[in-house]
């Protein structure tokens, strides 16, 4: 499904939070202040996002909690959690979370060649031997919810115990966000740049 269609759940903006809507962006400080400062700005992406999540406020505590950790606490470089989430992105075809963090991504230090790598996933020929056991437990995590033996192994060369467990955790993530931005069709905004009709065919190809 695409994410252009009628938006199923109205983003709610801050002018209309209520005390409990306060309460619950609180979890996620950053999230809160970003949205805060920029919800009217030319850089209001990922407002909407938000703002569906909001309109269930315990939900959205208990969620923001958990994002707050793997977006401000993880254990993995801000590089390779984007890695991360664009791969899952891509897999679960989700066009809104995946054009907002092809912008992350580029901030985090990924080059458009490795964004573009990204999309053919852990066998594209420019991916280090990290760069692919990351990839290739995101495959394994959405085709089978485990990470298999081979790439656990390449893994354990790379990364400690924390950071494996913020891996499978960051997947899960934005596993939940990519099946909740598409069912609730959430919204661009008017300042996330469209996906290109290139890649979108090879998104659902």
């Not at 920029?38 to 923001?64: E, M, T």
Request: proline share 5%; glycine share 6%; net charge negative.
């Amino acid at each position: 499904m695409s994410d252009e269609s009628a938006p199923r759940i109205k983003p709610l903006l801050p002018p209309d939070w209520d005390s409990a809507v306060h309460d619950a962006t609180l979890a996620f400080p950053a999230s809160r202040e970003f949205v805060l400062n920029h919800w009217q700005s030319g850089d209001a992406r990922g407002v909407h996002g938000l703002g569906v999540i909001l309109n269930h406020p315990l939900l959205a505590k208990s969620f923001l909690t958990f994002n707050n950790h793997i977006a401000t606490e993880n254990s993995l470089s801000k590089r390779e959690a984007e890695l991360l989430i664009l791969r899952v992105s891509w897999l679960r075809r989700s066009e809104y979370e995946f054009q907002q963090h092809v912008v992350l991504g580029l901030r985090a230090g990924l080059s458009e060649e490795e964004i573009e790598s990204i999309q053919d996933g852990p066998g594209a020929v420019n991916w280090n031997a990290t760069d692919a056991a990351l990839l290739q437990a995101v495959d394994d995590l959405v085709n089978d919810a485990c990470v298999q033996p081979d790439t656990w192994s390449a893994l354990c060369k790379h990364y400690d115990q924390k950071q494996r467990m913020d891996l499978v955790f960051t997947v899960g993530c934005y596993e939940v966000l990519a099946m909740a931005f598409k069912t609730f069709a959430v919204p661009f905004e008017s300042c996330l740049e469209p996906m290109g009709p290139e890649t979108k065919e090879r998104m659902y190809g």
